[in-house]
């Protein structure tokens, strides 16, 4: 084996060495939400089939059996339950048959004889249990080493929610389960079930059936990005039905999970309207489908459920028939969910039909109300009024606090914190769901690796949120009943996707809502979040791996001959194999790392063997030159790639990039001022880094923003040089406000001094996405040029954001 070779396979053995020597709490007991105490004890328990479960009563059956599931499932034995026993058992006990606060308190011993759980109440027994299946190994063994503890538990909040939008797209009964059974693996108690949306009616109502014949399905998808590049013309649909619906909540219930349903009012309402077209303002109006509709509806007039996303006019009508109807729907599902809360949804309520229709406008003055948003209010106090008549709470997305809030509501704030903290401040309870740090239907990746609604929310943004504002009283944080992950199924088509979306961040999520904030860290987190994998990895369950993706970066040279390509992840053990597109050519003589067809002979599993010395003429054309560093010196045009490779064995992903080299690429360049705080780049050196942006705001980071100012640069070629032209990429995407340059002004000098103006470029001429501006100069002999790109200013009239200042996005500046 070559040296160099036989070094890197020792380095990783070493770690290894190096790694299970000081195997530290973090590795001994990965428990993910961390406890909030945890004492570690000398000694292991065996656990086996050997091992008896004693139970101190019948409350305690639900948490041996999910025990008993769990071992047969990935262990492949169960244990028997026993009345008494004097060794090598696991005793479940609870403290109290009802105790006041916070429910799911626990403590647990393990020790050599014996575990001991000892819940307040059954949930913290079921808590306590949950705890000791991830002291399991992730292996399947005979004999399990459990290592002693003391461990003394409870939650930070009340409320620990995860939501799953079965409109959108509908998930399957099992599916449904098995998500139940994640919440309560993770120690969320809450599981809110958004069942019905412009796409679907998904729950059985018995007194009108059309709800789900009708508003279950829809005539096709749209596929891709909204507004979609086709659609799919296929009848999707689905509903559960009532018995289906009671099955559910006693399987949560065995799981102490609560169910809250969400039937949604007065907006997102297309698919009940297309089932009762009475419950429209204009029930004869035909269902516009923005962006690309099926044939089928193309063909059809009349109400339709909605083939694409966003949010619709066609709302319910605050009508005595539309109140009759959401009373009878109401009266079934109170009667389906033991649940004390309802979800009554409230967001995203356009007003446009109400502002039409002659029967809210006379509603609006007869009731004395200030506009549609008091209507709104007005349709949300009805419903609560009704709501609370059956025993019962409504939670309602922040827009129910537009227009005054139902007396007894409690908000779920998504546009950020703002709504929480006016609830909180009202004296109203509230849930925290930001869609900055709770949305999961957010890509993980910045490179986004499958559709996605767009955003960027990785799990150490998830991890990082504190549900309680900084703002609040002590008295006023009191009604921050805890937070909630929301998964919006637009973009997600199968339980897989919706998995992939979950993991790993549920566990994130899982401790910001259960840990103390002193108890709570990233760092320690971190420690435990490969075991989180293995365990995923055992129960085949799918999930995101970008948490390891390599992460590149362009980094500017001493002497500004070129860029440095430079990839990092967060595995520790990974050897980088860069390869350039660079050929050697024959003849040569050097050391090098060169591309063989024999996957055997690399010990590294890729493909690329290390040669000491080597006269590339004995080998074939057509090499490429490969180094197995992390970081490359780049100087060409051409697509260079990079893969890491996890201790020789495991491929923690492939990057791919292209290289544009100019006159300025690379070169020192400096910005009059700054781009703005939200859109820094990696500050001026982005205008010459190589890379230009194809992807637009998937990779915003490519860009520098300005907003209200004008992108100034200068570029130091380095010596005298002779300029032909010089181009500007910049974005347009107006629906986000961002405009192309109002003109690009190019200035030469030979000193960095005294420039004389070029050419003045007014650009008119774009296409939206990314656009190439070309400034043609008649071949000057220079050293510096000044290239400034001057911002579009106020947005116009009619267009999105109008009045506002527009942005300026740029990302690469090239000179020829
Ligand atoms: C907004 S969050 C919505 C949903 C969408 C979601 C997509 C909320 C109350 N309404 O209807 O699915 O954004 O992220």
Redesign the pocket.
């Given at each position: 084996m070559p040296s160099a070779m036989k070094n890197i396979l020792a380095i990783c053995l070493m770690l290894i060495a190096l790694q299970s020597q000081s195997q530290s709490i973090a590795d001994k007991y990965p428990i993910v939400p961390k406890p909030q105490s945890l004492t570690p004890k000398a000694g292991n328990f065996k656990l086996s089939a050997a091992t008896v479960i004693v139970l101190d009563n019948e409350g305690e059956v639900p948490a041996a059996n999910f025990l008993n599931d769990y071992l047969s499932r990935f262990y492949g034995f169960t244990l028997k339950l026993a009345k008494k026993a004097s060794k090598n058992f696991i005793r479940l006990s609870v403290k109290h048959l009802l105790v006041p606060g916070v429910d799911g308190k626990y403590d647990m011993q393990v020790a050599p004889a014996a575990i001991n759980i000892s819940g307040d109440d059954y949930q913290g027994a079921f808590y306590g249990v949950q705890t000791l299946l991830q002291l399991l190994p992730t292996k399947k063994i005979a004999t399990a080493n459990i290592p002693c503890v003391d461990i003394m538990d409870e939650p930070r909040f009340k409320y620990r929610g995860l939501h799953l939008?079965v409109a959108?797209h509908f998930m399957p009964v099992d599916f449904i389960k098995k998500y139940i059974d994640y919440i309560a693996c993770y120690k969320l108690n809450t599981f809110h079930w958004h069942l019905t949306?412009d796409q679907g009616w998904r729950i059985e109502i018995k007194k009108y059936p059309r709800l789900t014949s009708v508003g279950g399905w829809r005539d096709g998808t749209i596929a891709g990005h909204y507004p979609g590049t086709s659609n799919d013309n296929i009848d999707y649909g689905g509903f559960y039905t009532q018995q289906e619906v009671k099955e559910i909540v006693q399987y949560a219930k065995e799981r102490f999970v609560t169910i809250i349903p969400e039937i949604e009012m007065p907006g997102?309402a297309s698919a009940a309207i297309a089932a009762h077209p009475e419950l429209s303002c204009f029930p004869t109006e035909t269902t516009v489908i923005p962006g690309i509709a099926s044939e089928a509806s193309k063909k059809k007039a009349g109400k339709k459920v909605q083939e694409t996303w966003g949010v619709f006019e066609d709302v319910f009508a605050p009508t005595e028939y539309t109140f009759n109807f959401l009373e009878n729907v109401i009266d079934e599902v109170v009667a389906l969910f033991p649940a004390t809360y309802i979800h009554i949804g409230g967001?995203?309520c356009p007003k446009e039909a109400w502002k039409r229709s002659a029967f809210c406008q006379q509603l609006i003055k007869e009731k004395g109300l200030k506009d549609e948003h008091g209507l709104q209010s007005y349709f949300i106090q009805r419903m609560e009024k009704y709501i609370n008549s059956k025993g019962k709470k409504i939670i309602g997305?922040d827009e129910i606090l537009e227009g005054g809030l139902a007396p007894n509501a409690t908000v779920m704030s998504?546009r950020g914190e703002e709504g929480g903290i006016a609830a909180a401040k009202q004296g109203h309870d509230v849930i925290m769901t930001p869609g900055s740090h709770c949305?999961l239907?957010h890509s993980q990746s910045k490179n986004e690796d499958s559709v996605t609604?767009g955003g960027y929310l990785p799990i150490e943004t998830v991890y990082s949120y504190d549900p309680v504002p900084a703002v609040l009283t002590a008295g006023e944080a009191k009604h921050i009943l805890g937070a909630q992950g929301?998964v919006?199924t637009?973009y997600m088509k199968t339980p897989g996707k919706v998995e992939y979306m979950l993991f790993p961040r549920l566990a994130a999520l899982s401790e910001m809502l259960w840990t103390k904030k002193e108890n709570k860290g990233w760092d320690d987190f971190e420690k435990r979040l490969p075991v989180v994998f293995e365990r995923l990895d055992m129960e085949s369950v799918n999930y995101s791996t970008t948490y390891y993706d390599l992460k590149a970066e362009v980094k500017r040279t001493h002497k500004n001959n070129g860029v440095i390509w430079k990839m990092s992840t967060k595995r520790e053990m990974v050897t980088y194999k860069i390869t350039t597109p660079k050929i050697i050519p024959k003849g040569t003589i050097g050391k090098y790392i060169i591309a063989m067809p024999d996957f055997q002979k690399d010990p590294l599993g890729g493909l690329g063997i290390f040669m000491d010395t080597v006269i590339v003429d004995t080998l074939e054309e057509n090499i490429r030159k490969i180094f197995y560093d992390d970081s490359v010196f780049i100087n060409e045009t051409g697509t260079y790639s990079a893969t890491g490779i996890y201790c020789g064995r495991r491929k923690v992903g492939t990057i791919e990039q292209f290289f544009s080299f100019n006159k300025a690429t690379g070169k020192k360049i400096t910005l009059t001022n700054l781009a703005s705080k939200s859109y820094p780049g990696d500050g001026a050196f982005t205008l010459v880094n190589g890379i230009q942006n194809d992807k637009g705001l998937a990779r915003s980071a490519e860009f520098l923003g300005f907003s209200e100012t004008d992108c100034e640069a200068v570029i130091d070629l380095g010596k005298m040089d002779t300029v032909n032209k010089v181009m500007v990429h910049s974005l347009e995407q107006q629906g986000s406000w961002i405009y192309i340059p109002k003109s690009i002004e190019v200035y030469t000098s030979s000193d960095g001094n005294d420039f004389t103006p070029q050419s003045i470029f007014e650009a008119n001429e774009r296409k939206p996405g990314n656009n190439v501006f070309t400034i043609s100069l008649p071949a000057v002999p220079c050293r510096f040029i000044k290239v400034k790109i001057t911002n579009h200013g106020k947005i116009g009239g009619g267009k999105p954001g109008a009045g506002n200042p527009s942005w300026l996005f740029v990302d690469e500046i090239e000179v020829w």
């Open positions: 939008d959108r949306d997102h967001d995203e997305w998504w949305y239907d609604i929301n919006w637009e």
